[in-house]
């Protein structure tokens, strides 16, 4: 019996039924998906191997070293765990897990901060009613998200300006901002971040896959992510439900 789909009830297509050529296209964005989110942790590694080498504060460089490891482990067991590729796309699971958030947030922060990878410094504002939140969510997919979206904002920030991060509570979600200061983003290309291989400036690294992905994550979540421009400043808003929509 062929399966229907929950929101709309119409009958959703037999894997069998999918053309090879978009299978293949399906496990190709799911490797390049794949390695485009654990690309920063090995930046991260190689970058603090470096200073180890050269024996600046290997203390510090070799603890960096740990904690990266450790995230691209935990992150390369959570992709293959939720990521499938179902129906011709790809399918997006959650693993939900109650967690401190500003305990979570700021070691994150600070683990980002020392990334030779992050040139930029990042400031973070915490409201005063989050010192005793907990959320229940897949904490590995926020962090992925938050991670996405300070690369992207280091990539169009001007120089000698910081990335900020805002985090409060509207009614049963959490609200986080990054707002980077560079060049303000025409509203016809707004539109268009959040797709695949879409990128503003195509002389800037990146495959523009940062945003499309978290994007998924998101969606995953039961939240959203909008994005505004003007006068220079660029911010990026996700709302996530501290508890999950059932």
């Known amino acids: 019996m062929q399966d229907t789909c ?21 496990m190709e964005l799911f ?17 603090a191997l470096y200073y180890i080498e050269k024996g600046i504060e290997k203390d510090r460089w070799l603890n960096l070293t740990k904690q ?32 401190h958030f500003t305990n979570w947030l700021f070691p994150f922060i600070t683990t980002l901060r020392e990334n030779p990878f992050f040139s930029k410094d990042i400031h973070v504002d915490s409201a005063a009613t989050l010192e005793k939140l907990h959320i229940t969510t897949d904490k590995i997919k926020l962090e ?3 991670l996405n979206l300070v690369a992207n904002a280091q990539k169009y920030s001007a120089r000698e300006s910081y990335i900020n991060i805002l985090c409060y509570t509207v009614d ?3 609200i986080i901002k990054v707002t980077n200061k560079g060049t303000t ?9 959040f797709t695949l291989y879409y990128q503003a400036d195509a002389e800037r690294a990146g495959v523009g896959l940062g945003l499309y ?19 220079m400043l660029t911010v990026f808003t996700v709302k996530i439900p501290l508890q999950p929509i059932i």
């Open 6 to 26: 929950k929101c709309c009830g119409k009958a959703m297509p037999d894997a069998n039924d999918i053309p090879l050529t978009q299978k293949l296209e399906i």
């Open 31 to 47: 490797i390049v998906s794949y390695t485009h989110e654990v690309r920063s942790f090995f930046t991260a590694i190689h970058g």
């Open 68 to 99: 990266s490891t450790k995230d691209a482990l935990s992150l390369i067991e959570n992709m293959l765990t939720t990521v499938k590729l179902k129906e011709g796309k790809l399918a997006i699971t959650l693993l939900s897990e109650s967690f």
């Open 144 to 146: 992925q998200i938050v």
């Open 172 to 174: 049963d979600y959490i």
């Open 185 to 193: 983003i025409p509203p016809e290309k707004l539109k268009l971040l």
């Open 213 to 231: 992905l978290s994007k998924l994550y998101v969606d995953a979540m039961g939240g959203s992510i909008d994005v505004n421009s003007k006068d």
